[in-house]
Structure formats: C-alpha cells, structure tokens
C-alpha cells in the first residue's frame, strides 16, 4: 500500500502544546498515519502528514483551524 505524504505550514504554534492540538486533530483525519510538526515557535512551523489516502487543502484547513490555527502558502 502506498502512502502520500503532504507537508503544510502553519503559523501562531507556540508551544508543544500547539503542535499536539494540531497533530491529534490531523490524526483524526481518514487515512491520516503520522503527523509530524516541526515547531517553529511563534513563526511558520512546517507539518508534514503521511496518509494512506490524498487529503485536500480544505481537509487540512479545516483541521487545523479546528486546533485554532492558520495554514499559509508555501511562499514565505
């Protein structure tokens, strides 16, 4: 089986705490295996999700605004 691994920035994690709320509503997710936050304390920390599945931006959005914070483009 493969897998699909999707890589996201995130602004406005602080903490381990932030990161775990991010992880587990991204664990929550169909298909979702791993999550792995690279913290980036109050700036752009990058989250990489390997699922077994594709997932669609607004899945990943809406999650992660579900953990109350942002994912912004891969540009900055």
């Known amino acids: 089986m493969?897998?699909?691994s999707t890589t996201v920035n995130?602004?406005?994690m602080t903490c381990g705490h932030c990161a775990s709320s991010v992880s587990e509503e991204l664990e929550s997710l169909a298909g979702v295996e791993t999550?792995?936050?690279e913290l980036n304390a109050g700036g752009?920390?990058?989250v990489t999700i390997t699922s077994s599945q594709?997932?669609?931006p607004s899945e990943i959005g809406e999650a992660v605004a579900e953990a109350?914070?942002?994912v912004v483009a891969n540009d900055a």
Do not use: F, N, Q
Request: charged share 10%.
């Open 10 to 12: 995130v602004s406005g």
């Open 44 to 46: 752009i920390s990058t």
């Open 2 to 4: 493969s897998t699909t």
């Open 68 to 70: 109350g914070y942002l």
């Open 54 to 56: 594709e997932l669609s």
């Open 35 to 37: 999550v792995d936050v």
